[in-house]
């Protein structure tokens, strides 16, 4: 699981610089508490924060995910950034990683807002993925933006080049 923009009791900074009279200060550790604590773990839950992690199956198999639950801001929400911040940089999301998990899309993909008539995914994060090249990318936030989109990468990569799929 990772979080996202309406999950604002995770975002501790987001917490710490919008606290209202009626919250209360220690309720981001104690959403982060209940999501990485005993019950989550006894219901196979895990809460992914930014960067990368390491799975292994019970036949074995081992896999990477990197994730994130930033986006460019979006209104007064939880985990934005300004949209020209490279949030995701060279390197940030590793060559070898299998899965990318995101909030956000990458621009131009399923990231369209249709009564706004306008395309809200990050091109940082657009480039960071044509780089890493990951077997499979999830991502939400778009609510009318649901569905797939299958890539297909080049088969000869030069060293972190920013690539179009073919």
């Not at 985990?79 to 999301?93: A, K, L, S, V």
Request: with cysteine.
């Amino acid at each position: 699981m990772i979080a996202g923009n309406h999950d604002i009791s995770f975002d501790g900074e987001y917490w710490r610089t919008h606290l209202d009279e009626d919250d209360e200060p220690e309720e981001h550790d104690e959403a982060v508490a209940i999501m990485t604590g005993p019950l989550a773990k006894e219901a196979g839950v895990v809460y992914l924060t930014e960067g990368t992690h390491t799975f292994t199956l019970k036949n074995g198999t081992t896999f990477s995910i990197f994730a994130s639950p930033y986006q460019p801001e979006c209104g007064e929400w939880a985990f934005g950034y300004p949209r020209t911040q490279d949030h995701f940089g060279e390197d940030n999301i590793p060559d070898n990683v299998d899965i990318v998990m995101t909030h956000g899309p990458p621009a131009g993909c399923l990231d369209l807002i249709p009564g706004k008539q306008e395309n809200a995914g990050c091109e940082s994060l657009l480039r960071a993925v044509r780089s890493a090249r990951p077997k499979l990318h999830c991502f939400g936030h778009i609510h009318e933006g649901y569905g797939h989109s299958i890539q297909r990468w080049q088969a000869c990569r030069p060293s972190r080049s920013m690539e179009k799929p073919s």
